[in-house]
């Protein structure tokens, strides 16, 4: 299948004061319709600067991003976007939040067709009964539960996640990934996600973009995931394969560590 989602020899170069630096190079990933892909590699090597730039938030410095064949120009209701912490306004309510977005995406609509949309999502991401809370009344995995449903209210062609797990705790994290990959299985939203996490990307995706170290990161390898959906958590952690690809994931990140020299405390 052609690629619904593509990055064409993408690359990123920082100004800093001393001097441009090159962090990601000819970066090139396709991502065919419906597909869940992840982004793994080692913090600090260029994953959040991969990710912006498709959201069209952060300049691309060479290549293209593509979204069903037409070159992104900046951010677009076509590709939603949930970063590790939900940025959600405080004196609004999870509602009130929710529709901010959904109030410009569906301008066309009716009052009681947008209030629809955005109970709907609320729902969906079990806050029916939170919905007009204010994220000082969230917890977090409430408040990270509020940024899924916000993508996923606006319809976007393209779902973009920069470790939206990652400042949560290992009960809730497990939580939050199940009900992604539930709501995902019943819309097939074309998906890059960044994570760090092997077992996150095991669980989740249909291939795992593994990125090699920066500077001038890119792609490294790719790993298929051939777990049939819906999947079963306890079910994968059975059999022999998913502990084999562990195994090729923790190789490929450990190859990078050794590549890189002694450790860098990176960002
Ligand atoms: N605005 C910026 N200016 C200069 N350097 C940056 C900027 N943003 C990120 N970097 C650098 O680019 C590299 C990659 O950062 P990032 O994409 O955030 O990595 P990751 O998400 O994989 O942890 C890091 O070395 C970081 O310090
Ligand atoms: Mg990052």
Redesign the pocket.
């Given at each position: 299948m052609a690629g619904y989602l593509e990055m064409v020899k993408l690359g990123?170069t920082?100004?800093?004061p001393n001097g441009p630096?090159v962090?990601?190079e000819e970066f090139d990933l396709e991502l065919s319709q419906g597909e869940f892909v992840t982004l793994i590699?080692?913090?600090?090597?260029?994953?959040?600067?991969?990710?912006?730039m498709v959201a069209g938030l952060?300049p691309i410095s060479d290549g293209a991003v593509l979204v069903g064949n037409r070159e992104i120009e900046g951010p677009g209701p076509d590709r939603g976007v949930v970063f590790q912490a939900p940025c959600l306004l405080p004196w609004m309510t999870a509602f009130e939040n929710v529709m901010l977005g959904v109030a410009k995406v569906y301008a066309h609509g009716t009052d009681r067709q947008r209030r629809e949309i955005v109970e709907h999502y609320l729902s969906l991401v079990g806050l029916a009964d939170a919905m007009h809370k204010r994220p000082a009344e969230l917890s977090g995995g409430m408040k990270q539960r509020v940024g899924i449903a916000r993508a996923f209210a606006l319809a976007p062609k393209v779902l973009l996640l920069?470790?939206p797990f990652g400042m949560l705790d290992s009960l809730t994290r497990i939580e939050l990934q199940e009900l992604l990959l539930r709501i995902w299985d019943s819309l097939k939203i074309t998906t890059l996600m960044?994570t760090?996490d092997v077992d996150e990307a095991l669980y989740l995706s249909d291939r795992i973009t593994m990125?090699t170290n920066?500077?001038a990161?890119r792609v490294g390898e790719i790993l298929e995931v051939p777990f049939p959906r819906p999947r079963d958590r306890a079910a994968l952690l059975e059999t022999d394969e998913y502990y084999e690809l562990r195994e090729r994931l923790i190789g490929f990140l450990e190859g990078q560590e050794l590549e890189r020299g002694p450790l860098v405390d990176?960002?």
């Open positions: 990123k920082y100004e800093t630096a962090i990601v590699g080692h913090s600090g090597c260029g994953k959040s600067t991969v990710l912006s952060n920069d470790e960044v760090h990125m920066g500077p990161a990176a960002a």
